[in-house]
């Protein structure tokens, strides 16, 4: 039994070849195959240096430019043990493992799918990303192949323990009330953010979420891309988790983004009831167009292209794709 004051955490990225085969043999495993020996290894500085040779056309100045990606083996290798827990994200799902044996060697799987060092482990539930905590879904980002959290232990017994907001086995009536609790009790802004991505895939359109970073007063969270035949329409989300009323300013930054043709069309989506008087009538200024002024049609036609999701629709929209649930 392991004792709970010595339990760990860590998020690992296996990819889709790795989990599968994993999945099957109940392991978790990473690559780094051509070292036989890492576990022998206990000295970090030799460690490096036997990857850094081992994968010399990568780190060609050596084990001084190995650090970081040898953190993630040594991790596995040397830190990880037995009854620990390990998140392993696939899309918008969690997988929770709680570690069952010793780091070993297989031949196999390295072979097959560049995953030569496994651990015996045991997949002991499957959440879904939104209603995780804020810093546990920034952990499950980072860049590095296993990464430790187990500062964030707490949170992950929160979601491991969790309630499941399950909206399709209710009817149409009670199931609206759970997901109107769950926007508002259970859903950080980004949770909302992944929510309207997964809603976006159902739909069939391709998704990514855009980078806030260098888009000033024109702000896209989410994009998707329409594709008909040959052409494709860029579509251009912004997502507002409000209460009661949502202001002009979210009705602006989108406005913006299709105004400087960074996206063709642009939706706000937001959990408020409604948007206030302002940009009421911003969005109706724009569809009207201004009478007389120069560039009429072209301002009509841009503001035509402007379109709000209030709560309402947006509890509509999950319960007729029927998205299966939410953890909190």
Request: proline share 3%; hydrophobic share 35%.
């Amino acid at each position: 039994m392991t004792d709970t004051a010595t339990q760990q955490a860590f998020v690992l990225h296996m990819g889709e070849g790795r989990l599968a085969a994993g999945r099957e043999r109940n392991l978790i495993g990473i690559g780094w195959g051509r070292v036989k020996n890492l576990p022998e290894i206990k000295d970090w500085e030799a460690f490096k240096q036997a990857i850094a040779e081992a994968y010399s056309e990568y780190y060609p100045d050596g084990p001084e430019m190995v650090g970081r990606a040898a953190g993630s083996p040594w991790r596995f290798i040397h830190e990880m043990k037995p009854g620990d827990w390990v998140l392993v994200p696939e899309d918008a799902d969690v997988h929770v493992y709680r570690v069952k044996g010793e780091a070993e060697f297989s031949a196999e799987l390295h072979e097959q799918h560049d995953m030569g060092w496994v651990r015996k482990a045991e997949l002991e539930k499957t959440l879904a990303r939104i209603g995780l905590s804020a810093p546990l879904q920034a952990r499950l980002k980072a860049r590095q192949t296993c990464v430790d959290a187990t500062d964030l232990l707490e949170d992950i017994k929160k979601a491991r323990n969790g309630k499941v907001w399950k909206f399709s086995s209710e009817t149409r009536q009670g199931a609206r009330k759970a997901v109107e609790k769950a926007l508002k009790e259970a859903l950080t802004p980004h949770d909302l953010e992944v929510l309207v991505m997964e809603l976006l895939r159902k739909d069939g359109l391709e998704v990514r979420r855009r980078d806030p970073r260098g888009q000033g007063d024109a702000d896209v969270d989410v994009e998707a891309t329409l594709r008909i035949a040959s052409q494709e329409v860029k579509i251009g989300f912004q997502v507002k988790k409000h209460e009661d009323k949502t202001g002009q300013h979210g009705v602006e930054q989108i406005a913006k983004a299709v105004e400087k043709g960074d996206v063709d069309v642009g939706f706000l989506v937001t959990t408020a009831e409604e948007l206030d008087e302002d940009a009421k009538k911003k969005v109706k200024a724009g569809k009207e167009g201004k009478e007389g002024e120069k560039g009429e049609e072209k301002e009509s036609k841009q503001n035509l292209r402007i379109r709000v999701i209030c709560k309402d629709e947006l509890v509509d929209w999950i319960l007729d794709r029927g998205l299966g649930g939410i953890s909190v």
